[in-house]
């Protein structure tokens, strides 16, 4: 189980698509012994679709084997992350930080769909500065 959680991790770390999807494949198993089959029916579903990728729109398998699967803040050769870890990582900063959703309680609706659907373009200006 550790074997393919590292294998996970290099492939995104080392923009290697192939890997990615064989460890994908691998953890398959482990989602079913473990009950979580909502992971499993996504994972199963994922590995179908992204196999048929080649032959179904030759661009964008090209760009992922050529690493845009994955996000790089650095040049540096292990710092690939996976686009879901980065998206979660700047919401979650912008939720938790001052003035975020848990500091301010009496929010309408309509200023929690705002603040929402800005927090990532904030986060983008408060990580330039």
Not at 11 to 19: F, L, N, V
Not at 32 to 58: C, D, T, V, W
Request: a positive charge; one cysteine or more; hydrophobic letters at 40%.
């Amino acid at each position: 189980m550790i074997r393919i959680g590292r294998a996970m991790i290099k492939a995104d770390r080392t923009e290697s698509w192939e890997s990615h999807l064989c460890a994908v494949t691998d953890i398959l198993p482990i989602f079913a012994a473990a009950g979580h089959f909502n992971n499993l029916k996504s994972a199963y579903l994922y590995i179908q679709e992204m196999s048929k990728l080649e032959r179904r729109n030759p661009d964008v398998y090209k760009k992922f084997h050529d690493g845009f699967h994955v996000i790089r803040r650095t040049k540096q050769y292990w710092s690939g992350l996976s686009c879901d870890l980065v998206i979660k990582q700047t919401l979650m900063r912008s939720v938790r930080g001052t003035g975020g959703l848990t500091h301010g309680s009496k929010m309408t609706e309509e200023q929690r769909t705002l603040w929402t659907m800005s927090a990532p373009i904030v986060s983008e200006y408060k990580l330039a500065m």
